[in-house]
C-alpha cells in the first residue's frame, strides 16, 4: 500500500492565481480531510469528508474548495490563491469504528504565494 | 468547543534521560479518544500513541507512555531514556466529536531537543 500519497510536494504561486493540491489513499478510508500547519498554530482542518459524495467545512475554510467524487481521492482547490495561505498542507485518511483509529497523514504539500 | 492545550512552546532535555510533554483538555464528550503525534524536521507526522477515555490503564508504546489523568483533563506524553531521534515538534490531538470523530483537534505543539 502506498497510502496517502499528496502532490505536489512544492509550490509557488502568484496571487490569485487558482491550483489544486490532490491526494489519494488506497486503504479504502472513507474518512479524508485536509489541514494546514502554521507556525506555532498547530494543525488546524480546512475541510472533511466522511464518505463520497460527502463533505463539510472545518476550522478555516474560507478561500478553499473540495469535492469527493470517488473513495480514493480528496483534492483540495485554491480558488484565488492570497499570501494567507502560504503554508503546509496535510492530507490524511481513516477509518470508522472502533477505538483508536488514527489518522494517516500524507507528506504534506508546502505552498508558498507570492 | 474542544481544546487542547499544550503550554509548552520548547523543552530541552539531555540523551537517556526522561520527559514529560504536557498536555490539557477540554470537552464535554464523556467517550474521547487522545492521541501523540511526532513531527520530525522532515515534516511527516507519525503517530506515536492512543489513550480511550474509558481506558482503564495508561497506554504504553515502547518508551513512550501516556500518563493520562482524567479528573484533571490532562494526558502527558512521557518519553523514557531520551535519543537524539526524540528531537522533533510533537503534537497532543482529540478526537473531533463536531466531524463525527472523523477528524482531530491539535495543540500547538511543543518542541523537544534532545542534547549529547
Known amino acids: 500500500n502506498a497510502g496517502v500519497t499528496q502532490t505536489p510536494k512544492f509550490q509557488v504561486l502568484k496571487t490569485g492565481q487558482s491550483m489544486t493540491l490532490q491526494c489519494a489513499q488506497d486503504?479504502?478510508?472513507?474518512?479524508m480531510s485536509w489541514y494546514r500547519q502554521d507556525p506555532g498554530m498547530g494543525l488546524r482542518l480546512i475541510h472533511y469528508?466522511?464518505?463520497?459524495?460527502?463533505?463539510d467545512q472545518g476550522e478555516v475554510p474560507n478561500g478553499y474548495n473540495v469535492s469527493r467524487s470517488t473513495t480514493e481521492d480528496f483534492p483540495l482547490r485554491l480558488l484565488s490563491a492570497a499570501p494567507s495561505q502560504t503554508s503546509v498542507y496535510f492530507c490524511?485518511?481513516?477509518?470508522?469504528?472502533?477505538?483508536?483509529?488514527?489518522?494517516?497523514f500524507g507528506p504534506g504539500t508546502r505552498l508558498l504565494v507570492l | 468547543a474542544q481544546k487542547i492545550t499544550q503550554t509548552q512552546p520548547g523543552m530541552f532535555v539531555q540523551e537517556k534521560e526522561a520527559v514529560t510533554l504536557d498536555c490539557t483538555y477540554d470537552?464535554?464528550?464523556?467517550?474521547?479518544?487522545l492521541f501523540w503525534y511526532k513531527q520530525p524536521s522532515s515534516g511527516e507526522m507519525i503517530f506515536l500513541i492512543y489513550?480511550?477515555?474509558?481506558?482503564?490503564q495508561n497506554a504504553t508504546e515502547g518508551r513512550y507512555s501516556l500518563n493520562f489523568q482524567k479528573a484533571r483533563k490532562s494526558a502527558n506524553l512521557v518519553i523514557s531514556a531520551s535519543q537524539l531521534g526524540d528531537s522533533a515538534m510533537y503534537f497532543c490531538?482529540?478526537?473531533?466529536?463536531?466531524?463525527?470523530?472523523?477528524?482531530?483537534?491539535f495543540g500547538k505543539g511543543t518542541m523537544l531537543l534532545v542534547s549529547p
Open positions: 486503504m479504502n478510508h472513507e474518512y
Open positions: 469528508s466522511v464518505g463520497a459524495g460527502i463533505t
Open positions: 490531538a482529540m478526537r473531533d466529536i463536531a466531524s463525527g470523530y472523523s477528524t482531530l483537534t
Open positions: 489513550q480511550g477515555s474509558y481506558d482503564e
Open positions: 470537552t464535554s464528550d464523556q467517550s474521547y479518544g
Open positions: 490524511a485518511s481513516s477509518y470508522s469504528g472502533g477505538d483508536g483509529e488514527t489518522q494517516y
